[in-house]
């Protein structure tokens, strides 16, 4: 990418992970060695950082997607997907390579069991990048699984002043590289502990913000929430109770609502709170990306829809 034109400004870029899930509908998941019926299979775009790009997009921000798609049936349909919303999307094409692709089993009570598939050659390299693509943005979302890309991405948004969010579920090779240059980070329930090992999710996430200089740090936790920490307190918001269909992307779009509340400058409650709705409103539906509605939708969910019953923060955070 490097030599292109300047990138042109925008709200958010996401650098990291797509994917073309094939969701397989089961009433309950197999035990080993048997045979069950599966009720549909549907193929659809995802992927972390798209999937999270793609809702920021719906609405009503501006953004843009870096990443690698080969030159396939499943390439093609996620360019026709960011052309159709309008993203930005600066894609490298490998010739030859396999898109990304998932498979996913999902339950008679909406959770997800994920097998993936990635090309080694897809891997987004630091040498992909053009720095005004990163820097021309308002903020900055990677994944982590492309390590070395990611922290080159964040080292610039940081060095301009672009706030980075980072949506991290490994510990993988390189991660302490970038961890420094996260401002927001939003992990899985297991990440701090397996980071830091400290099996309390509360003082984990505490020493992850004192070791890494992170604005917030946070975990999701399901129907339980999110519990996170700004280096002065802790919050703890359950989860808004719906009825669940599919639990894929649930967390992608939680991701995507916490960016669109921060670029909003809404209080760290409301965005934590939105993106919990946002989370929730996904998993109503099927695909990573099935239940992104309307802001207007995700309100009108945060004031009619009740929540989980809280849990205590001693509870939560053991």
């Known amino acids: 990418m490097r030599g292109m034109t300047a990138a042109p400004m925008v709200d958010l870029v996401g650098v990291g992970l797509n994917a073309t899930d094939t969701l397989i509908s089961l009433a309950s998941y197999p035990v080993r060695g048997s045979k069950t019926e599966y009720r549909t299979v549907s193929t659809m ?44 999307a600066r894609i490298i094409e490998v010739p030859g390579a396999a898109s990304p692709q998932s498979l996913i089993f999902v339950d008679g ?35 982590g699984y492309e390590t070395a890309a990611a922290t080159l991405a964040a080292r610039w948004a940081h060095d301009a002043g672009v706030p980075v969010i980072a949506d991290l579920d490994e510990t993988y090779p390189g991660v302490h590289e970038l961890l420094p240059f996260i401002d927001y980070l939003i ?9 830091t090992g400290e099996a309390n999710l509360e003082r984990a996430l505490r020493r992850m913000q004192e070791r890494y200089g992170c604005r917030l740090t946070a975990a999701t936790l399901g129907q339980e929430g999110v519990l996170a920490w700004d280096g002065k307190r802790s919050y703890l918001h359950a989860a808004y109770r ?7 992307g649930a967390g992608d779009i939680f991701h995507a609502g916490f960016i669109y509340g921060l670029l909003q400058e809404w209080t760290l409650e409301r965005q934590l709170d939105f993106a919990c709705a946002a989370a929730a409103l996904n998993c109503t539906c099927s695909g990573a990306r099935g239940g992104i509605r309307t802001v207007a939708d995700v309100e009108t969910l945060m004031a009619t829809t009740p929540r989980y019953e809280p849990e205590s923060l001693a509870r939560a955070a053991d």
């Not at 719906?242 to 894929?248: I, L, P």
């Open 109 to 143: 009570g909406g959770e997800r069991t994920v097998l993936c598939r990635r090309d080694d050659r897809l891997l987004l390299q630091p040498a992909d990048l053009d720095r005004s693509s990163i820097v021309n943005a308002r903020a900055l979302h990677v994944d």
């Open 45 to 88: 775009p995802g992927g972390q950082t798209a999937s999270a790009v793609m809702a920021c997009q719906s609405w009503g921000l501006r953004t843009r997607y870096v990443g690698r798609l080969g030159d396939d049936d499943a390439g093609r349909l996620h360019r026709r997907e960011f052309a159709r919303t309008g993203v930005d």
């Open 242 to 248: 719906v009825a669940v269909v599919d639990t894929t």
């Open 187 to 195: 992990v899985s329930r297991d990440f701090p502990g397996r980071l």
